[in-house]
C-alpha cells in the first residue's frame, strides 16, 4: 500500500497554520501534486534538514492522559505487533509502513519510527484524501505545529498550536483506513462507515473512536469538556458490539435452535478492519447428563481466496469468496436443526478472533487473540406427546454495558 507522505516546505519563521479549508482541497503549492488518491508509484518529498519529531514519551511529559490511553491502543503497536512483523515478513511488502509507521518514511533511523502511529503523526498530518486506491496524505513535520481539533489553545514554548478541521473529520482517519488493491476489498472502514446510518449522518469516526470528556489537556492547564480519548476504542467498541438472541423451538420431535446476531452499531460491519478477523458462534447441545448431542461452528467475516478458491491471507488473494460481515444496524440469522429426543441444555457461544483459524495456520501464528464476547444457556425438556409445550423460548444477551469488565 502506497500512501503520498510528503513534508511540507515551511520557513523557519512562518506562523502556525489556523487552517479551516475542506478536506482533501489543495491550501497551497506544495499539495498540488500530493493531496490525490494514488493509482500509481508516486514520489516522496525529501526530508528537511530539521525534523521536529518527538517521541510519544516527550509528549506524555505534558499529555499525560493522552499518552496513557495511546500506549494500549492499536495504534501504539501498529509496527511492532506480532501479527503485522509475521504479516509483512510474509507479504514481503515494506510499503505497509507508509500506514503503519510513517514517520519511518521521513526518518527511518530515528527511535520514533518504531512508535508505529505516534503522536506525530496523527498531530502533524494534513490534507488527507481517503481512495479506494490508498489515501494521500502529508506530515508537516519540518515546522514545530501540532494540529487538532481545538481552536481555542495559544502556542507555548514548546510547539506552536495548529487548529484543524480535518482533526474533527472522518476523511483523517479514511486516509489510511481504506485500501482495495486490484479490486480487492481488503481495507473497507471509511467506505463502510461512508454507506452506514452513521455516515449518512455524518456523525465521524471521532464520535465512537475519540468520545470526549471532561479532562486537563495538558500538566498544569484546567480540565476542559469534550476532551478525546486517545485509545481509539476499538477493543471497547467491540465488547459492545452485538446482542445474542437464541430461540429454541419444537420441530417434529428434535429441536431449532435459531441464532441470531444483531450489530448495535451503525457505523461498521462487524468484524471490521483486518480482514481475517472473526465472529465465531459456536452451538453445544447436550442431554440431561451431559452427552454431547450436537456440536457445530459458524463463523462471520469477509473470507478472500486465491485463484483456485482456497482460502488466503489478503495479499495472496484475487477474489472474495463470502462476506457474511453482520452489517452496521442490522442482523444475522442461523438456524441450527437438532436431534434432541430428550431433555437438555443448548450453550451459544460467541467468540471473536483475531485471524481466522485457516490463515493462523497458514501463517504458523500462535498467539491469535481470542475474546469470548457474548453466552446463552437455554434448557429443554423432553417432548410429551410428542410436544414440547414450553417451546418456542427465546434467551436475549445483551453486551455489558459501559464501564463493564
Known sequence: MLVVVALA???????????????????????????????AVATIDAAPAKLFVNGAGRCGECHEKMFDEWERSGHAN??????????????????????????????????????????????????????????????AIDDMVKYGPRCD?????????????????????????????????????????RDSPAGKANRPCQSCHMPGDRAVVATGSPARKGVPHHGFMGRELRRHALELR??????????EVAIELHNLGDGHTVPTGLPERRIEVVVHVTDAAGGVLHDE????????????????????????????????SGSVRWPVAVTAPAAGRVRVEVVYRGVARAIAQQLALRDVETVPLLSADVAFEAPRRGVRATLPRTRIVKPPGPGAR
Open 9 to 39: 516546505g515551511c520557513k523557519p519563521d512562518q506562523a502556525p497554520v489556523r487552517d479551516d479549508t475542506a478536506v482533501g482541497s489543495s491550501s497551497g503549492d506544495a499539495m498540488v501534486a500530493d493531496a490525490r488518491p494514488i493509482g
Open 153 to 193: 489553545l495559544p502556542d507555548h514554548y514548546f510547539h506552536r498550536m495548529g487548529c484543524s478541521k480535518e482533526h474533527r473529520q472522518a476523511e483523517l482517519c479514511g486516509s489510511c483506513h481504506w485500501w482495495e488493491p486490484a479490486g480487492i476489498p481488503v481495507f473497507t472502514e471509511y467506505r463502510d462507515w
Open 246 to 255: 437464541v430461540t429454541l423451538s419444537d420441530r417434529e420431535g428434535g429441536l
Open 297 to 328: 461452528r459458524a463463523e462471520y467475516g469477509r473470507v478472500l481466496a486465491d485463484a483456485t478458491g482456497n482460502e488466503v491471507a489478503f495479499w495472496r488473494a484475487t477474489q472474495v469468496l463470502r462476506d457474511s460481515r453482520i452489517p452496521a
Open 78 to 139: 501498529a509496527a511492532s505487533s506480532a501479527l503485522y512483523k509475521t504479516a509483512q515478513a510474509a507479504a514481503n511488502d515494506p510499503t505497509c509502513d507508509r500506514c503503519h509507521a510513517p514517520i519511518a518514511i521521513a526518518a527511518p533511523h530515528d527511535v520514533v519510527a518504531q512508535e508505529g502511529v505516534t503522536c506525530d503523526v496523527c498531530h502533524t498530518l494534513r490534507e488527507p484524501v481517503p481512495s479506494v486506491a490508498g489515501g494521500a496524505f502529508r506530515l
